[in-house]
């Protein structure tokens, strides 16, 4: 397994794990009615982890790849990540109230 395997690997096990760990531990303070607001944010921070995992997988790439050299793919995995960042910033930017 190469070095970049290894980064995306732990990256993901991470993620999973955070954001498993904090929405278990969200889901079980929300249910017994223990410190709502405790429970809430760890069901945000447990929903914000499992969705910006991706997103710190590509931006490892993008580093790796460039490490190796490996332009092409630089190039590729920058273009997925712009595109992460623009559908997140339009979905931030759409989503407002007005």
Same mark, same amino acid.
């Given at each position: 397994?190469?070095?970049?395997?290894? /980064?995306?690997? /732990?990256?993901?096990? &991470?993620?999973?794990?955070i954001s498993s760990g904090c929405?278990?531990?969200?889901?079980?303070? /929300? @249910?017994?009615?223990?410190?709502?607001?405790?429970?809430?944010? @760890?069901?945000?921070a447990g929903l914000l982890t499992?969705?910006a995992t991706p997103a710190a997988?590509? &931006?490892?790439?993008?580093?790796?790849?460039? &490490?190796?050299?490996?332009?092409?793919?630089?190039?590729?995995?920058?273009?997925?990540?712009?595109?992460?960042?623009?559908?997140?910033?339009?979905?931030?930017?759409?989503?407002?109230?007005?």
């Amino acid at each position: 397994m190469n070095r970049l395997e290894r /980064s995306i690997g /732990s990256v993901l096990r &991470a993620g999973v794990v955070i954001s498993s760990g904090c929405l278990g531990l969200g889901l079980v303070l /929300s @249910l017994v009615h223990v410190a709502p607001q405790t429970a809430g944010f @760890l069901l945000q921070a447990g929903l914000l982890t499992l969705i910006a995992t991706p997103a710190a997988r590509v &931006a490892i790439s993008i580093v790796e790849y460039t &490490a190796t050299q490996e332009w092409p793919f630089v190039i590729l995995t920058t273009i997925v990540f712009l595109e992460l960042l623009a559908s997140a910033g339009a979905a931030l930017f759409f989503n407002r109230r007005l």
